[in-house]
């Protein structure tokens, strides 16, 4: 492998353990808030970290990556032992701030699932829908737990942050962008669109049926 292969392995690498630890951070307050015990946050911050990954490996026919490397089961482990222990009261953490640390891992979590979908041959349309499925099915499974609707069917802008982001990486690569590159701008890219739809409520209409007025 030459010195720039092993630059972007070693990025891709650290880039898919950050989006990790803040999805098991997201699912760790969301367990938090609804104030279950200590296995019950680390169920949440695993089905939220590696969730999507799973399904994604799983479809791909490929090993589950945490299953071959047991590092990010441990960083699951630590990041759930440090929520419990500092951060005492979790309705204080302000709703927006588990959004926003929801918004990084599924910027992160699209791109990587983009990636890994090429590198495995696989179609430029189902590298993207890989991408999606690896950023928002561990948000959805966790919101399910929790008996809520999940992020992904509600009118925000979830899903549609996750196909820019594996959209941009494609169309990037595709026209010679190194990867390091096309993975940076394709995260900025979908994390900028769900922090707008955060910060400035903007959302996708939502349909409506109304049984009353048809019959």
């Known amino acids: 492998m030459d010195p720039i292969e092993n630059q972007i392995s070693t990025f891709l690498y650290y880039a898919d353990i950050f989006g990790v630890i803040v999805f098991a951070l997201s699912g ?29 490996d799983i479809i791909l026919g490929v090993p589950v990556f ?34 926003i640390a929801d918004a990084f891992g599924l910027a992160l979590f699209a791109v990587l699932g983009t990636h890994k979908a090429l590198i495995n041959d696989q179609t430029i349309l189902t590298a993207i829908i890989m991408g999606t499925i690896t950023g928002v099915a561990g948000g959805m499974i966790r919101d399910i737990i929790c008996n809520q609707i999940p992020l992904i069917l509600r009118k925000e802008i979830y899903a549609t942050a996750a196909l820019l982001g594996g959209s941009l990486y494609v169309a990037l690569s595709y026209i010679g962008w190194s990867e390091y590159l096309a993975g940076l701008v394709a995260m900025l890219g979908a994390l900028i669109l ?14 409506k049926f109304d049984d009353e007025l048809n019959g």
Request: net charge positive; aromatic share 16%.
């Open 28 to 56: 760790a307050l969301v367990a938090g808030r609804y104030r279950l015990d200590p296995f019950g946050v680390m169920v949440l911050a695993a089905v939220t970290a590696v969730g999507g990954g799973t399904i994604r």
């Open 66 to 99: 945490w299953t071959v490397q047991v590092e990010y089961i441990i960083i699951i482990f630590f990041t759930s032992i440090f929520t419990i222990f500092l951060i005492r009261e979790p309705r204080l953490v302000p709703r927006r701030f588990m959004l």
């Open 194 to 207: 769900r922090l707008v739809g955060i910060y400035w409520n903007v959302s996708l209409p939502a349909f």
